[in-house]
């Protein structure tokens, strides 16, 4: 029986931890992240103060018992900390699996269904700053996906405008050779924002995110009625009660969910294979949120889940690609991820230790 025997945590900059499990096989250990912009020390609190003492001593096969159990025995539940904290063990207990056996995490969860990851390109630039050069460089260069996001008024007059004239400049521009996506981030209200989207229409998005922010939810089955723009939410979910009932009410075509605050790689695989059967696809959101570990561990989930779309990936400081070994290779807006072992990642302890605040 190989148990738990040790959890260590790093935190770096002022977003993101690094989770250490190792195990009472020597030589057998795994590797998980987690990114909580400007409250990291709350995941590593949660790890060193209260999960420690909880899960070591337990059987590493019980991915599934270490989750539930850790997620229940507090009375308050669901808490993005937690979640986050939660990703990285869940995270790392994979990547011991997946060593233990020899197998990527991929093959333990079904295979491949497919080669490569299409990358969502991020851009927070305007018509005024760049915006069709950087993606007309990023479109030769291979990416097609891309969530355009600039910065603009947050009064709903003036922010339909411009997103309007964001949108019509890109397509007189490059026709239908790309896949525009835009984030509202839940700026306007249920009204406001439906006008705006009765706008967009024309210049079939790829998909609109956040139309409404979670506390308005159940907008999204009035806006479903009123147009075909496909729409996309859940990068704020930590509740499962979030997106339990909008995937059965088909009101949304994209799942956007964070995987560190739903509560990692089991959770996020769980959601994937609930929402595949009425085919909504999955579209992970990441970017600069999102710490290296966590980034390949939902690469992993997107080469296996069938309806999985683009994910999104940014470039890596030289810091943390001298500490993490092993990283995807981007080559055509495409993400090509290695078969080795766990989540094929090699992790410098001794550079990671430098780097540690």
């Known amino acids: 029986m190989t148990t738990i025997k040790k959890i260590s945590t790093y935190l770096l900059g002022q977003d993101q931890i690094f989770v250490k499990i190792d195990t009472s096989e020597p030589g057998l250990f795994g590797w998980g992240s987690a ?27 019980e991915i599934e018992d270490i989750w539930q159990t850790s997620q229940v025995q507090s009375s308050w539940r669901n808490d993005p900390a937690l979640n986050c904290a939660l990703s990285a063990i869940d995270q790392a207990l994979w990547d011991i699996k997946g060593r233990e056996v020899g197998k990527s995490v991929v093959d333990l969860i079904g ?29 030769e ?20 405008k411009q997103i309007v004239e964001v949108f019509s400049k890109l397509r007189s521009e490059f026709g239908n050779t790309v896949n525009l996506a835009h984030d509202f981030d839940g700026r306007l209200s249920p009204t406001e924002a439906l006008s705006v989207v009765k706008r967009l229409e024309e210049f079939h998005p790829f998909f ?17 009625m009123q147009t075909k723009v496909p729409m996309a939410t859940g990068k704020r979910f930590v509740n499962p009660h979030e997106w339990l009932n909008i995937i ?22 769980k959601i994937g ?18 710490s290296p570990i966590e980034s390949v561990a939902t690469g992993h ?42 989540f094929g990642l090699e992790i410098s302890e001794q550079a990671l230790a430098l780097l540690s605040n």
Not at 35 to 61: M, N, P, Q, R, W
Not at 208 to 224: G, Q, S, T, Y
Not at 254 to 264: D, E, F, S, T
Not at 321 to 338: A, Q, R, S
């Open 301 to 342: 989930l997107s080469l296996n889940l069938l309806l999985s779309g683009p994910q999104e990936w940014h470039e890596l400081s030289s810091e943390i690609t001298d500490v993490v070994g092993g990283l995807p290779e981007l080559k055509n807006g495409y993400l090509y991820f290695n078969a080795e072992p766990g």
């Open 141 to 160: 260069e291979g990416f097609q996906y891309f969530l355009i996001n600039p910065e603009m008024d947050s009064k709903a007059v003036t922010y339909g």
């Open 35 to 61: 990114a909580f912009a400007g409250h990291h020390k709350l995941i590593a609190i949660s790890v060193d103060d209260y999960l420690t003492d909880f899960l070591v001593g337990k059987e590493i096969t």
């Open 111 to 139: 295979g491949r269904a497919r080669k490569a990851v299409p990358v969502l390109m991020k851009s927070e630039k305007n018509l005024n700053s760049g915006l069709i050069d950087e993606i007309a460089k990023l479109q």
């Open 248 to 269: 059965p009410q088909m009101a949304i075509d994209v799942l956007r969910c964070n995987v560190g605050a739903i509560g990692g790689f089991s959770q996020a695989l």
């Open 273 to 290: 294979h609930y929402a595949a059967p009425i085919s909504i696809r999955t579209s992970w959101s990441a970017g600069q949120l999102q």
């Open 208 to 224: 609109l995110e956040d139309v409404f922010p979670p506390e308005h939810i159940d907008w999204h089955l009035a806006m479903r």
